[in-house]
């Protein structure tokens, strides 16, 4: 998956710069908008499917609270921070916290609300923060506690850092860590354009 | 942006009204694994047909570094305080 993923996104880089000429970018524009719509629809029929966890959500429910609406704040809060280091506008910085490290969601988003830098942006964040999930992980559950490897990871709880988080902690956490993944996740198209917007 | 939650209301709702056999499940994952893929080289083109986008990568790319060591950073530590206090009171 994350070979895949690099290849694609340098193939395209590649392909953008050598091959493919500007009159292109509209079909470009429909690609990307079609195939974010056929992924979300996707990833809602996954969360479709799993409607047990909404009854899971009962025995853990505070904590199942209070893990995505740490990361949320803490998210934003980090965002912030580097806003004020780069002298960006608060709505910018915002916007960006909220990819969670859904890469190719927000930093789309962002491409089509703003430009294609502070997409750019937006999408290394979160490449550069799954980075982070992946490396840091194994550390968090040694030292601090198994709720806590949700943290970093953010949205992608439920899918690509899921297995990473199951194999350095217990299967408790795997169930908290894929309903962060879907609560985020679903979060991540309401929250960037609403900071966005503010 | 409407567009987005139509699609994911849409597969929710599908997800939640129909039986999904195995393969169909396999489908659907190897669905969003071609989707991905699709969107990230899309989004590669943007970036490379971009020249004045490539010239600032490397201002871009320490930006972006600092964005996601922060909310990294700022997550870990509410939620590790934040589950303490919650096992604490477990325990109790």
Redesign the interface.
């Known amino acids: 998956m994350t070979l895949s993923i690099i290849i694609s996104v340098l193939g395209g880089i590649l392909g953008g710069y050598f091959f493919i000429p500007e009159s292109f970018t509209l079909y470009i524009d429909l690609l990307i908008n079609l195939a974010l719509y056929f992924l979300i629809f996707c990833v809602g029929i996954d969360i479709g499917l799993n409607k047990h966890i909404f009854k899971d959500l009962k025995k853990h429910s505070l904590i199942i609270l209070v893990v995505p609406t740490s990361i949320i704040a803490g998210s934003l809060v980090g965002g912030l921070l580097t806003g004020y280091i780069f002298d960006m506008p608060n709505n910018l910085s915002l916007a960006i916290a909220s990819g969670f490290g859904w890469y190719s969601l927000s930093g789309i988003i962002l491409t089509q609300l703003e430009s294609a830098e502070i997409g750019t942006i937006a999408f290394l964040t979160n490449v550069f923060r799954e980075l982070i999930t992946v490396v840091s992980i194994p550390f968090i559950a040694k030292y601090l506690n198994d709720y806590t490897t949700i943290a970093p990871a953010g949205a992608t709880s439920m899918d690509s850092t899921l297995p990473i988080i199951s194999k350095y902690t217990n299967p408790e956490t795997v169930v908290i860590a894929f309903i962060n993944g879907i609560l985020l996740s679903g979060l991540v198209p309401i929250l960037v354009p609403f900071f966005y917007s503010i | ?1 409407q ?3 139509i ?11 129909f039986k ?1 056999s195995d393969k169909m ?1 396999k489908i ?1 994952g190897s ?3 071609l ?17 004045s ?2 010239g ?1 990568l490397k201002e ?2 320490g ?22 206090l ?2 604490k009171r477990r325990n109790n």
């Open positions: 942006m567009n987005i939650l699609s994911l209301i849409l597969g929710i709702l599908i997800g939640c009204l999904f499940k659907n669905s969003q694994h989707g991905i893929v699709l969107l990230l080289f899309a989004i590669g083109v943007t970036i490379g047909m971009n020249r986008l490539l600032n871009i790319g930006i972006s570094l600092i964005f996601a060591i922060l909310t990294s950073i700022f997550s870990v530590v509410l939620v590790f305080v934040m589950s303490k919650i096992l």
